[in-house]
């Protein structure tokens, strides 16, 4: 099994509507965790860790799930510039990344 | 401030050809990395090094070294280069390695994008 398992996509989403991935891990001692952002021939960038009561940013709603080993991004009225890969991270002594899911948000 | 600069950007090398690619970060972080990232996998740590004259081997370090002489850079060579090196590198630097989670966040370069023929 893979430290950190994503669904690659691509998710084709209509703009306005909402989205969710979510990523399992396979080392129940991680300690933390992150969603990072990448654009195309860009570098990744962190979009926003993920924090056990789960967190907010706008849009973006980050939870974790330590008894089932996953974490979960949803994207409410999901604009144009949000069409990336998302990175989901995991911290056990060391980040590991995951695969990404790709996203594209279509007019 | 620039964050985390890598030169060169692009580069063509023949097999067993050499080359150094320089990381530089001025956000005085003690740790910092390097990374490959190729299709359809995740990036995969080569090196990374804690702190000034400290280096490790990542998960995958074969064909590679570095060097930290200076806080703010961290090199990374490849003495013959092979087309399975072929890759985007990715240089990071973080504050912390554990612990606090916004300690954690990793600022990455640019990258280079790297082809041997």
């Known amino acids: 099994r893979k430290e950190v398992e994503q669904d690659p996509g691509p998710f084709n989403v209509p703009e306005g509507a909402t989205v969710a991935f979510n990523c399992t891990y396979s080392n129940s001692a991680s300690q933390s965790f992150f969603w990072y952002r990448q654009d195309c021939r860009k570098e990744p960038k962190l979009l926003m860790s993920?924090?056990?009561s789960g967190n907010e940013d706008g849009r973006f709603t980050a939870q974790l799930n330590r008894a089932s080993q996953y974490i979960s991004l949803l994207i409410r009225d999901s604009k144009l510039s949000d069409s990336a890969t998302y990175l989901c991270v995991v911290n056990h002594e060391k980040l590991t990344f995951g695969t990404g899911t790709r996203l594209t948000i279509i007019p | 401030n620039a964050g985390v600069t890598q030169t060169p950007k692009f580069r063509v090398l023949k097999t067993g050809q050499s080359m150094t690619l320089l990381c530089a970060q001025d956000?005085?972080?003690?740790?910092m990395y390097w990374y490959r990232q190729d299709p359809g996998m995740g990036l995969r740590l080569i090196h990374y090094?804690?702190?000034?004259?400290?280096?490790a081997k990542g998960e995958v370090p074969d064909g590679y070294n570095v060097s930290r002489l200076k806080k703010q850079n961290f090199l990374l060579g490849l003495e013959s280069a092979a087309p399975s090196q072929t890759s985007v590198y990715f240089c990071?630097?973080?504050?912390?390695?554990?612990?606090?989670?916004?300690?954690?966040?990793?600022?990455f370069g640019p990258g280079t994008r790297l082809t041997v023929l």
């Open positions: 090094s804690v702190g000034e004259g400290t280096t």
């Open positions: 956000m005085n972080h003690e740790y």
């Open positions: 993920v924090y056990s």
């Open positions: 990071a630097s973080s504050y912390g390695l554990a612990g606090e989670a916004s300690r954690n966040e990793q600022f």
